[in-house]
């Protein structure tokens, strides 16, 4: 648990220090796409390094190197497509760069990827952009959805309003605090030197990046 806040922590200082929002990851749900402000590869990722798409153009809006879209499918999330930007060369006069799909290379000859490596909260904004941030994932929408993934089987969504959804964190931080994940995660940032205020500003907004489930109905 540690691990995955610090590693959120790195992204949030890497994304404030370059303030350039990002190209999102893409969801097919009820068979509409979504973008989403989740990055369900990375877990798959920190454990298998030598995996990550290589020979990206690599950039402040697209820290990662790659885009992924995923699909809700017979009640499982599923892997549909790993895609990098690349510069076309045959042009001598424009390089210009373009996407190709890398799926292959990191899967190797499977069709069906089961993202069985995710226990976690998933969003989905969509609707009206109603506050534009040029940072990471910080936009507000007008709706979002939140899927419930356990090791790659859907478990269930809730819809809310932006108004809800801001509601749906601050309940979701209040039950994380009654957790002893919560307690020691906070003593352990704290012997790192950040401050208290600091340490509970963060968990809030990122509530649902390191939270594995729905803790209020």
Known sequence: MKFLI???LAILLCFTAFAT????DKIIYNGKEYKLHSNPLE???EKFPDKR???SIMS???WRGYVATFEIKDSQLLLKDIQIQYWD???RENHDNKWKSVMNEVFPDQKIVKVDWLTGLIVLPHGKLI???HMGYGSTYENYFLLEINKGEFIKAKRFNYKEY???KDKQFLAYKQTDDYKKIKTDLKKDGTTEEFIDNFLRNFITQYTTKLLTN
């Open 43 to 45: 877990t798959y990722f």
């Open 166 to 168: 801001e509601k749906f």
């Open 53 to 55: 798409p290589k020979g």
């Open 6 to 8: 610090t590693t959120a």
């Open 131 to 133: 506050n534009y941030v």
């Open 60 to 62: 402040t809006a697209l």
């Open 89 to 91: 060369t045959t042009n």
């Open 21 to 24: 929002a990002q190209y999102p």
